[in-house]
Structures are given as C-alpha cells and as structure tokens.
Antibody, heavy 120, light 110 residues
C-alpha cells in the first residue's frame, strides 16, 4: 500500500526558497510505472499542478509554465523520496502543497498536505 | 485559470441523484483519460474514478462517469450525507504538457 509523507517548513519569507520533501513507502521513486507529482491548492487558484519527475530508463521532469523558471523537482533514490524547490517566492505562492503518485493517467495516492505561508 | 470548467455547486436530497459536469477541449478531455477526485473538508483530494470510468478499491458503484467528446460527467446516485464534498475532474492536457484540474464543484446534501 503506497503512502506518501510530506515534510518541510510551513513558513517561508518572500524572495526565499520553498523546500518540501515527500517520503515514499510501498513503492519506489525509481519505478518505471509511476510519476511523482507536486500540486498546490489555494482559494484564488484552485488545484494547480506544478510538475513531476519520473523514471523511464532515465529521469524526466515536466513543469507547469506558470512556475517553470522557479521550480525544481528532484528524486532522491537513496532515501526513496522526492523534493520540491520553488525559488523567489511571493505571498501569491501561499497555498497547501500536496505530493501525489501518478499511475497510468491518474493521481491515485496523495500526501497529507502542507500549508505553506509566504510572509512579506 | 483552470482549463476545465465545472459548475460551482449542485445539491439534492438524500437518496437522490446529482450530476457534475466537466467541460474541456480536444487537447485534454477529448483525447485523454479523465479522473475524478473527492475532497472532504480539511483533507487531501482522493481518487474517485479513473481511466474515464474505473473505480479504485473501496469506491462504491454509486459513483459513475460518462464522457462525450470534450465533456465528462460524474454521477452520484443514492446520495448520502457523507458525499458532501468538493469534486474535481482532472486530466492531462497535451497542448500544455501539464496535468489540469477542473474548477471544482461543491456537492450539498439537502
């Protein structure tokens, strides 16, 4: 049974870097059948997909256009986890952040969510 | 701005049926599998339906989906108070190369 456990600070200052980690149990970040996604949710933007990393003989990343210049999603095979880094944050980046496992075309398992507040 | 459009809210009495529509385009719903997610208050979204009309283990068959062209519809029959939640459609958008979500619909049991 796949479980995702998120960790990271709930408060970040403007212009700094938001960093979150998602630890995986019951699957491998290097699985050839899964993708590892970050999504955020705020009242103003609704559910917003940020990006993903996945392994298909080599590592790939896809990022949303809205954050492409500021985002990095990295796998960590030694810890079986993946991370989100979002640079140069502003109060507009305040949201609940979720990690999620992608199967064939669905987001079947989600982390518990982390409220990240960006202070000005 | 979401590229998938849903009604803000729908409601019905216990035991009745509600439907939630999700309207998109040929680059998303028209050519990709649609999933539906249920979000209870204060919790993470949960997968409800995937691959257009498959249910994960534990999801009752009161939940079903139909798809036609660039739109999909979630149906909930035998409505229960526990079904009160926000519901979102989601799918891959081939033009954006991004996963996209609907605007969300609040289901209320009267």
């Amino acid at each position: 049974q796949v479980q995702l456990q998120q960790s990271g600070p709930g408060l970040v200052k403007s212009s700094q870097t938001l960093s979150l980690t998602c630890a995986i149990s019951g699957d491998s970040v290097s699985s050839n059948n899964a993708g590892w996604n970050w999504i955020r949710q705020s009242p103003s933007r609704g559910l917003e997909w940020l990006g993903r990393t996945y392994y298909r003989s080599k590592w790939y990343n896809d990022y949303a256009v809205s954050v492409k210049s500021r985002i990095t999603i990295n796998p960590d095979t030694s810890q079986n986890q993946f991370s989100l880094q979002l640079n140069s944050v502003t109060p507009e980046d305040t949201a609940v952040y979720y990690c999620a496992r992608e199967g064939a075309a669905e987001l079947g398992h989600w982390g518990q969510g982390t409220l990240v507040t960006v202070s000005s | 701005q979401s590229v998938l459009t849903q009604p803000p809210s729908v409601s019905a009495a216990p035991g009745q049926k509600v439907t939630v529509s999700c309207s998109g385009s040929s680059s998303n719903i028209g050519n990709n599998y649609v999933s539906w997610y249920q979000q209870l208050p204060g919790t993470a979204p949960k997968l409800l339906i995937y691959d257009n009309n498959k249910r994960p283990s534990g999801i009752p068959d009161r939940f079903s989906v139909s798809k036609s062209g660039t739109s999909a519809t979630l149906g909930i029959t035998g409505l229960q108070t526990g079904d009160e939640a926000d519901y979102y459609c989601g799918t891959w958008d081939s033009s954006l190369s991004a996963y996209v979500f609907g605007t969300g619909t609040k289901v209320t049991v009267l």
